[in-house]
């Protein structure tokens, strides 16, 4: 996985610089080519471009040097200084070099001899109409550049984080199943060993794919079914699990395997903190644009430390930090009635939204 996230990063790397250098190319080219248009009489737009077109041209590996050094020199704190003056004296050296670079063909363009008088001239008002533009072109490709990258990096950070999330709450999934695999190996249950089996690999499955992270809830709710199921053969008549899903919630998305940990934690707190029988309610609905999921439980409700205890829900409210920001809620407590309640909310949004 980190190598593919590498591999992802230089790939935005690379269309990030590959965005920069044509499009502010096309950019410089589009504005000489309206300036000479809307400045020399007679002009045509085939002939504003021919004479824009030196320009055009010589910006482009000009440009790409430009990314060199923005990537070479960001703005971090430790050397900031170094930074400035160094991209001071490249935008002034990317002016002088361009307007040297297009001087000739611009002379050669306007049907004037190639000497020394008409170079030096020519020179002289390209500096004087296109200079600023060029250090502002230059200037402008290097902020670009760092706030794309910057930008990468941020993402490249939660998708990071996430994927952390993912590889600690796993085995955390997989070592509470394992436990309940060698309770019925002890009991000399063979088939309800041989069906939790079953059960897991499919769960497994979802909880290792790490390419995939949101998945229609209708498939989030058949991986929950593999779960309950080999939960209850764990505890048989004890537990009770009732759903209430909305069929206008089955396409929305969510993260993949966000119900498994908070059923399991109203299963262990509710369910197994009571005597006799125990019930689990899950429920969703679609308001406001948002996608709510409940999970209420019927056992003494929490604790106030107990939403920090495990790692499941303390993962699970990270997780969807990281995909919704501020547009998620993870709210816990114990219900009027009694009981634990886990209630999420997140905007409802299906694929190719």
Same mark, same amino acid.
């Given at each position: ?22 499009? $502010? ?97 020519? $020179? ?230």
């Amino acid at each position: 996985m980190r190598d593919d996230r590498t591999t992802l990063e230089r790939r935005r790397q690379r269309a990030n610089s590959l965005f920069i250098v044509i499009g $502010f190319s096309a950019v410089r080219g589009v504005m000489e080519t309206s300036w000479v248009y809307a400045t020399q009489p007679h002009a045509t737009w085939h002939g504003a471009f021919m004479r824009a077109l030196p320009s055009w041209v010589f910006l482009v590996p000009l440009a790409a040097a430009t990314i060199v050094l923005a990537r070479r020199f960001p703005f971090d704190r430790r050397n900031w200084i170094q930074s400035v003056v160094v991209h001071v004296v490249a935008s002034l050296a990317f002016g002088a070099i361009h307007l040297m670079a297009i001087t000739p063909l611009r002379v050669y363009l306007a049907g004037q001899v190639l000497d020394w008088p008409h170079l030096r001239q020519g $020179f002289a008002l390209a500096v004087r109409l296109l200079f600023y533009l060029d250090v502002l072109t230059y200037l402008a490709m290097v902020g670009m550049y760092l706030a794309l990258h910057y930008s990468n990096l941020r993402t490249s950070l939660a998708e990071a984080r996430l994927a952390a999330l993912r590889a600690q709450l796993n085995p955390h999934f997989l070592f509470n199943t394992l436990n309940a695999i060698s309770t019925l190996a002890l009991k000399g249950d063979q088939a309800a060993v041989t069906e939790t089996l079953g059960r897991l690999s499919g769960l497994l499955r979802a909880a290792l794919d790490e390419h995939t992270e949101e998945i229609p809830l209708a498939r989030e709710i058949d991986f929950l079914d593999d779960y309950i199921a080999i939960q209850r053969i764990r505890f048989a008549d004890r537990l009770s699990v009732e759903k209430c899903i909305a069929s206008e919630t089955l396409d929305g998305l969510v993260p993949t395997m966000i119900l498994q940990p908070i059923v399991e934690n109203a299963i262990k707190h509710g369910v197994n903190a009571q005597r006799g029988a125990g019930q689990v309610h899950v429920s969703t609905a679609r308001l406001n644009g948002s996608l709510v999921i409940e999970v209420r439980d019927s056992g003494p409700g929490f604790r106030p430390t107990m939403a920090h205890d495990g790692i499941g829900l303390a993962n699970t409210r990270a997780r969807l930090e990281q995909l919704y920001g501020s547009e998620s809620q993870f709210e816990f407590g114990t219900a009027s009635g009694g009981g634990g309640s886990v209630r999420i909310t997140i905007p409802f949004h299906e694929t190719g939204m």
